[in-house]
């Protein structure tokens, strides 16, 4: 840290502020801190920094008192309604109830003592935290697990049967999937009842105006109702279009009610203390926006060696275990698949043969994993010479960027085709292709040759999976997201820590994007 004529630096006080040309309002704001600042001897930005950081911290209190009181009201009401349920069985069938007393003989789990202990086990696995972890299923299986055996543990001390355990275990399941939906649940309610407002998030980079331009168009910022940059404030020095110099971030901060800082220029360490710290102070979220990352498909990634954490740069890739998992998921449901769209395909087959001339089916060379040629099998949606037409096209295709290729109402379409296309019937041959290894059921789309070669180095780290029949790009609506690299993110991330999950999810997601024929041209 620097003394306290350096730190002046960042956190001020600046004599070409008082110089600007404000509003009424801003000037009257602009007084008032003078007059403030002087009854206390200190900068008028020490002001500002402590009536925002008391706001934040009142702010941050508010907000965790009460996701604590709403999560922790949802999980007694859940404890509350299984019990419920298991008198209300109890009372309906004396056979059924016969049996859960041979589970759970009466005493074994006495209501007070039990919702006690799982609330202690859910707090212990941090179940009432901020971040992810409230909804993480395997913390709420851990805590209603721990919770239960608190009250077990006399009993199995005293010798429990088989079927004793056999109830244990089916408590644990019960209790740990109803609090599971309970979660959801409240997840849902809240999001209807507080739904997100555009522009919560308003932002400033320390950057170039060309760094804050392109952060403008990248998909974090693509949604207003997310996040929206009003400006930047250049690392070093002035710009006479920026929002100010760094020397008045704690003036910016205040006077354009901005809470959420990018930091997308290497700053000197100690400025960027200096810059964290006021972040910090002022409630503000500090978001490393680096143009270092990514690079040729390197992604940063926070590991832990120790209890020092560390920024790993990794290209997102699958492991052996992962492709094994991946190929046996896709030939298990692309057989079934492919059998169940045998009358579809039979039916498709017929109507084209019976309209059109050439062909029924339609191969084309394209990329696939590791760089590998391979041929796309599609049902014939064009005319014959289809290929030959494609280069008079190449103006009217409704990407900018030659990497892509696709046009609205195309010529060279035919009225069969048309129908195969907006319903995704075109592209049920490609299971053939899932079941010899070319492809995967979902994956990054595989593109031409030709496209290829206008690639850049971070673009190739879709290749690193086989290609797939559908993916993240078609599900969130094919044709509407029309920009090259907002494609290569939505692969990256799909490649980013990839589970067997997130291709069920997928899958399930293309069924209402065909249906609704979204984004399809």
Same mark, same amino acid.
């Given at each position: 840290?620097?003394?306290?004529?350096?730190?002046?630096?960042?956190?001020?006080?600046?004599?070409?502020?008082?110089? $600007?040309?404000?509003?009424? #309002?801003?000037? #009257?704001?602009?007084?008032?801190?003078?007059?403030?600042?002087?009854?206390?001897?200190?900068?008028? +930005?020490?002001?500002?920094?402590?009536?925002?950081?008391?706001?934040?911290?009142?702010?941050?209190?508010?907000?965790?008192?009460?996701?604590?009181?709403?999560?922790?009201?949802?999980?007694?009401?859940?404890?509350?309604?299984?019990?419920?349920?298991?008198?209300?069985? !109890?009372?309906?069938?004396?056979?059924?109830?016969?049996?859960?007393?041979?589970?759970?003989?009466?005493?074994?789990?006495? $209501?007070?003592? @039990?919702?006690?202990? *799982?609330?202690?086990?859910?707090?212990?696995?941090?179940?009432?935290?901020?971040?992810?972890?409230?909804?993480?299923?395997?913390?709420?299986?851990?805590?209603?697990?721990? %919770?239960?055996?608190?009250? =077990?543990?006399?009993?199995?001390?005293?010798?429990?049967? +088989?079927?004793?355990?056999?109830?244990?275990?089916?408590?644990?399941?019960?209790?740990?999937?109803?609090?599971?939906?309970?979660?959801?649940?409240?997840?849902?309610?809240?999001?209807?009842?507080?739904?997100?407002?555009?522009?919560?998030?308003?932002?400033? @980079?320390?950057?170039?105006?060309?760094?804050?331009?392109?952060?403008?168009?990248?998909?974090?910022?693509?949604?207003?109702?997310?996040?929206?940059?009003?400006?930047?404030?250049?690392?070093?020095?002035?710009?006479?279009?920026?929002?100010? +110099?760094?020397?008045?971030?704690?003036?910016?901060? &205040? !006077?354009?009610?901005?809470?959420?800082?990018?930091?997308?220029?290497?700053?000197?360490?100690?400025?960027?203390? &200096?810059?964290?710290?006021? /972040? &910090?102070?002022?409630? /503000?979220?500090?978001?490393?926006?680096?143009?270092? /990352?990514?690079?040729? %498909?390197?992604?940063?990634?926070?590991?832990?060696? #120790?209890?020092?954490?560390?920024?790993?740069?990794?290209?997102?890739?699958?492991?052996?275990?992962?492709?094994?998992?991946? !190929?046996?998921? &896709?030939?298990?449901?692309?057989?079934?698949?492919?059998?169940?769209?045998?009358?579809?395909?039979?039916?498709?087959?017929?109507?084209?043969?019976?309209?059109?001339? #050439?062909?029924?089916?339609?191969?084309?060379?394209?990329?696939?994993?590791?760089?590998?040629?391979?041929?796309?099998?599609?049902?014939?949606?064009?005319?014959?010479?289809?290929?030959?037409?494609?280069?008079?096209?190449?103006?009217?295709?409704?990407?900018?960027?030659?990497?892509? =290729?696709?046009?609205?109402?195309?010529?060279?379409?035919?009225?069969?085709?048309?129908?195969?296309?907006?319903?995704?019937?075109?592209?049920?041959?490609?299971?053939?292709?899932?079941? $010899?290894?070319?492809?995967?059921?979902?994956?990054?789309?595989?593109?031409? +040759?030709?496209? *290829?070669?206008?690639?850049?180095?971070?673009?190739?780290?879709?290749?690193?999976?086989?290609?797939?029949?559908?993916?993240?790009?078609?599900?969130?609506?094919?044709?509407?997201?029309?920009? =090259?690299?907002?494609?290569?993110?939505?692969?990256?991330?799909?490649?980013?820590?990839?589970?067997?999950?997130?291709?069920?999810?997928?899958?399930?997601?293309?069924?209402?994007? *065909?249906?609704?024929?979204?984004?399809? *041209?």
């Amino acid at each position: 840290m620097g003394t306290d004529g350096e730190r002046s630096r960042v956190t001020g006080p600046n004599p070409r502020v008082e110089k $600007r040309r404000l509003t009424p #309002g801003e000037r #009257g704001r602009v007084v008032a801190d003078l007059k403030i600042a002087r009854e206390l001897r200190e900068g008028p +930005p020490k002001v500002i920094i402590q009536r925002r950081a008391r706001a934040a911290r009142h702010a941050r209190a508010g907000a965790a008192a009460m996701r604590v009181g709403v999560l922790l009201f949802a999980d007694l009401l859940v404890l509350v309604a299984d019990y419920s349920a298991v008198d209300l069985v !109890r009372s309906s069938s004396p056979t059924f109830s016969n049996f859960l007393l041979e589970l759970f003989p009466r005493g074994t789990l006495p $209501r007070v003592e @039990v919702l006690v202990a *799982v609330i202690f086990g859910l707090t212990l696995f941090r179940n009432y935290g901020p971040g992810p972890f409230r909804q993480n299923g395997s913390r709420l299986f851990s805590g209603a697990a721990l %919770g239960l055996s608190l009250v =077990f543990w006399s009993r199995i001390w005293q010798g429990i049967s +088989p079927l004793g355990a056999v109830g244990f275990l089916l408590a644990i399941l019960a209790l740990g999937l109803t609090l599971r939906a309970g979660r959801v649940l409240v997840q849902l309610v809240v999001a209807a009842v507080r739904p997100p407002l555009p522009g919560t998030a308003r932002a400033v @980079v320390i950057g170039s105006a060309i760094r804050a331009a392109q952060l403008r168009k990248s998909p974090l910022v693509v949604n207003p109702t997310r996040l929206s940059i009003l400006g930047f404030i250049p690392a070093k020095g002035d710009d006479p279009s920026s929002m100010g +110099p760094l020397d008045d971030l704690v003036w910016i901060l &205040d !006077r354009y009610s901005i809470n959420t800082v990018m930091i997308a220029e290497q700053l000197d360490e100690d400025v960027l203390i &200096d810059v964290l710290k006021i /972040c &910090d102070d002022t409630g /503000c979220t500090a978001i490393a926006a680096s143009p270092l /990352c990514p690079v040729g %498909g390197f992604i940063p990634r926070v590991s832990m060696l #120790g209890h020092q954490p560390y920024v790993e740069l990794y290209r997102p890739s699958l492991r052996a275990p992962q492709l094994a998992v991946k !190929r046996i998921f &896709d030939v298990v449901f692309g057989s079934v698949l492919l059998v169940l769209s045998l009358p579809i395909l039979a039916i498709a087959a017929l109507a084209i043969a019976l309209t059109t001339r #050439g062909p029924v089916f339609f191969s084309q060379d394209r990329i696939g994993y590791g760089g590998r040629r391979f041929r796309m099998y599609k049902l014939r949606t064009m005319v014959e010479d289809a290929e030959e037409k494609r280069a008079q096209l190449r103006s009217s295709s409704v990407y900018s960027d030659d990497r892509v =290729f696709k046009v609205r109402d195309d010529p060279r379409v035919t009225a069969v085709g048309r129908i195969l296309r907006r319903t995704s019937i075109d592209e049920l041959p490609q299971l053939w292709n899932v079941l $010899r290894g070319d492809m995967s059921l979902v994956g990054p789309r595989p593109p031409l +040759p030709n496209e *290829v070669d206008l690639y850049e180095e971070r673009h190739f780290a879709r290749f690193d999976m086989k290609p797939g029949i559908t993916g993240p790009w078609q599900v969130a609506g094919r044709n509407n997201v029309t920009r =090259f690299d907002e494609i290569v993110v939505l692969d990256t991330a799909y490649l980013t820590d990839w589970t067997i999950w997130k291709d069920l999810v997928l899958l399930m997601k293309t069924v209402p994007a *065909v249906l609704t024929m979204r984004g399809a *041209v």
